[in-house]
């Protein structure tokens, strides 16, 4: 008896270990996700959009009285055939150390070319320089008028979102290194705690409050989610538990340029204020309840993905691309899940542009077969509101078969009930390797259950089903 068992036990693991091979390999090789993989082939580059105006020193050292004020310009990168009209934005800020650097460096444009193709719409900014490495007053006043830019940035996004076809309700910051710190210090520096340096004396100006210069529209300067790669912040009591703006970060725990710990920038005390590194900043976040992320790599440098001061030197290296994955999946987690539409990308068999509508557009990779049921996830897959149907036309609207479904099936289009909640066959209110075990027995003939798991319609339950189930359990 105990040896049939085993058989039986074996026959069932055999099953289900290719159930979830093939389930993984449906999942490896699944059509690409907006705003997480490159979708579009092409974008288009808008140059030198003004965004503001504001006094910039005509020298980067010692004095700073003789400003003259100069245009505030940023590059627009948008995907090329793009339907969207309400799209999340990226402001990309570069590094240099407030004296150096431009938005045409290596890694910022190639950042701004992939965000685009994944369906944003990236802005690579130019802000205002102006930095005597030999002066903490100059520091402090260097990093605030950046700050004032990448807020005067927002602003003008906010103002103006038709003009590029922008969400301005999904617009993300991200900064690397110099370009960071502006980031940090526009997320969660308020007004009140601004710098001493910065109301001036001796001649040089008040540089004012944070949105005082660049423009004067009246919209919020925040960003609505951070990235930062290997930043810092002037002082971490400016993070409180007022500050909601989530952060992920990506630092060299051996950083001699900007500290992963604290410190003087350029790891020797040359005048420059002490600032506060990934580490700390992840450790207060922690405390305040703040959503945030680390990424500490053990022992390497500054601009470890492979750029000197924003220009390739030996990259870009697999680090700059497994930031730029683990960064848009923190940022896609904070979109507008409502404001996706799937539909309006979909492509049917017959080479025309789907509906929002799933029977039209939505491709269920359990299934393998279009799907409908009214409206589509945030994943584009079928969401099911009602009983299982197949939709034999395209044009059909399968959503009739949902919310005001009478229970009568005139047109034969509507089949049985799922299980309820979808496949939990053992009615444990939980789908897991149970109910796998179940539905393989099913198929085998050894069990019975009560309740329709056809998911396809096809007139069988089969293994496309269990990848069905498989593919619930994985996400």
Not at 37 to 60: M, Q, R, S
Not at 222 to 239: E, F, Q, T, Y
Request: glycine share 8%; charged share 20%; net charge negative.
């Amino acid at each position: 008896m105990l040896y049939f068992y085993m058989v039986y036990l074996k026959k069932n693991m055999i099953l289900i270990r290719l159930i979830i091979f093939i389930s993984f390999h449906f999942l490896l090789f699944a059509d690409d996700v907006r705003y997480l993989d490159e979708v579009f082939e092409d974008f288009h580059k808008t140059e030198d959009v003004i965004y503001g105006n504001a006094p910039d020193l005509p020298f980067w050292f010692w004095v700073e009285s003789n400003t003259v004020d100069v245009d505030l310009t940023m590059d627009v990168y948008e995907p090329v055939g793009d339907t969207i009209t309400s799209r999340p934005v990226i402001i990309f800020a570069h590094t240099g150390a407030f004296f150096s650097g431009n938005n045409e460096l290596d890694d910022v444009v190639d950042l701004a070319i992939s965000a685009s193709k994944r369906g944003y719409v990236a802005i690579n900014i130019y802000y205002r320089l102006g930095l005597n490495i030999l002066s903490s007053y100059s520091g402090e006043r260097a990093v605030y008028r950046a700050t004032q830019d990448g807020a005067a940035a927002i602003r003008y996004l906010r103002e103006f979102p038709e003009q590029f076809k922008i969400n301005p309700e999904q617009i993300f910051m991200w900064g690397t290194s110099a370009g960071a710190l502006l980031a940090l210090h526009l997320g969660y520096l308020d007004d009140e705690d601004r710098p001493e340096a910065t109301y001036g004396g001796g001649g040089d100006p008040d540089l004012g409050c944070l949105v005082c210069e660049g423009n004067d529209y009246a919209q919020d300067p925040k960003p609505n989610a951070i990235v930062s790669c290997w930043g810092a912040i002037g002082s971490l009591d400016w993070i409180d538990a007022d500050d909601k703006t989530p952060l992920i970060m990506f630092h060299g725990t051996a950083d001699p340029i900007v500290p992963f710990n604290s410190g003087f920038p350029f790891t020797i005390d040359i005048a420059l204020p002490i600032v506060y590194g990934s580490n700390l900043i992840h450790d207060r976040m922690n405390e305040m309840g703040i959503e945030n992320e680390l990424f500490a790599e053990s022992g390497l440098l500054h601009e470890y993905w492979g750029t000197v001061n924003g220009n390739w030197f030996d990259g870009p290296n697999e680090y700059f691309y497994q930031i730029q994955a683990d960064a848009y999946l923190f940022l896609y987690d904070y979109l507008d899940q409502d404001e996706f539409n799937p539909g309006d990308e979909c492509a049917l068999e017959n080479g025309e542009i789907g509906f929002f509508d799933c029977d039209l557009c939505c491709w269920d990779m359990g299934s393998l077969s279009w799907l409908g049921d009214d409206w589509c996830d945030e994943g584009g897959g079928c969401a099911w509101e009602g009983p299982q149907f197949n939709c034999n036309d395209f044009g059909y609207d399968c959503g009739d078969c949902n919310d005001s479904w009478d229970g009568n099936d005139l047109l034969g289009l509507c089949s049985d009930l799922l299980c309820i909640p979808s496949y939990d066959v053992n009615d444990d209110n939980a789908l897991d390797i149970l109910d796998v075990i179940i539905v393989v027995n099913l198929i085998l003939g050894l069990d019975e259950i009560s309740c329709s798991i056809d998911y396809d319609d096809d007139g069988e339950v089969n293994v496309l089903d269990l990848v069905s189930m498989v593919d619930l359990i994985l996400n």
